[in-house]
T-cell receptor, first 115, second 113 residues
Framework: EAGVAQSPRYKIIEKRQSVAFWCNPI?????LYWYQQILGQGPKLLIQ????????DSQLPKDRFSAERLKGVDSTLKIQPAKLEDSAVYLC?????????????FGQGTRLTVV | GENVEQHPSTLSVQEGDSAVIKCTYS??????FPWYKQELGKRPQLIID?????GEKKDQRIAVTLNKTAKHFSLHITETQPEDSAVYFC????????????FGAGTRLAVHP
């Protein structure tokens, strides 16, 4: 089956600029996650969607980050304005719901560098 | 909310030796504990997982143990090989809820020939 697709793979922007990342989950996966992975650290959950509804966004810096998942499929994550500390890999993952299908499949990630 | 701590942060072993990575979690409601392997520049990939209704699970050279009372779980790799070198992440989630997956900080494993 096709995996989780993310774009772009790399992005370099100046601080205070805006940027958007796109994710296409595995077909049929109702749950979609955005994680931020700073170099040398574990993935930090930013936001979790169940279909097109937000389940958890407690770690999302809402003053600058926003995310949406229209029609319960693709998702976009936006940062506006970016700060130097936003430099990280942004990982999108998806999973089926239900106890029997809990594996989260990750995309390749978008490496963001803020200069 | 859930907090997952992972130790050690780095681990260096000789080829053929065993490697053990330990994690503790804070939320007693967590009942699903996956382990992911991330090679340099690549995406994390699931290598093994365990649910709270079992205490141990094994898959060839990899095993995971769970102690629900103490709220800790461990990854055991036997007969390590150079291709086992990677960063390993443990995670915890609650099945039946919305499966919020919280990761540990990771362990960088280096296997030396």
């Amino acid at each position: 089956e096709a995996g989780v697709a993310q774009s772009p793979r790399y992005k370099i922007i100046e601080k205070r600029q805006s940027v958007a990342f796109w994710c296409n989950p595995i077909s049929g996966h109702a749950t979609l996650y955005w994680y931020q992975q700073i170099l040398g650290q574990g993935p930090k959950l930013l936001i979790q969607f169940q279909n097109n509804g937000v389940v958890d966004d407690s770690q999302l810096p809402k003053d600058r980050f926003s995310a949406e998942r229209l029609k319960g499929v693709d998702s976009t994550l936006k940062i506006q304005p970016a700060k130097l500390e936003d430099s990280a890999v942004y990982l999108c993952a998806s999973s089926l719901t239900g106890a029997a299908n809990t594996e989260a499949f990750f995309g390749q990630g978008t490496r963001l560098t803020v200069v | 909310g859930e907090n997952v701590e992972q130790h050690p942060s780095t681990l260096s072993v000789q080829e053929g030796d065993s490697a053990v990575i330990k994690c503790t979690y804070s939320d007693s409601a967590s009942n699903y504990f996956p382990w992911y392997k991330q090679e340099l520049g690549k995406r994390p990939q699931l290598i093994i997982d365990i649910r709270s209704n079992v205490g141990e699970k094994k898959d060839q050279r990899i095993a995971v143990t769970l102690n629900k009372t103490a709220k800790h779980f461990s990854l055991h790799i036997t007969e390590t090989q150079p291709e086992d070198s990677a960063v390993y992440f443990c995670a915890a989630a609650q099945i039946g809820g919305y499966n919020k997956l919280i990761f540990g900080a990771g362990t960088r494993l280096a296997v030396h020939p």
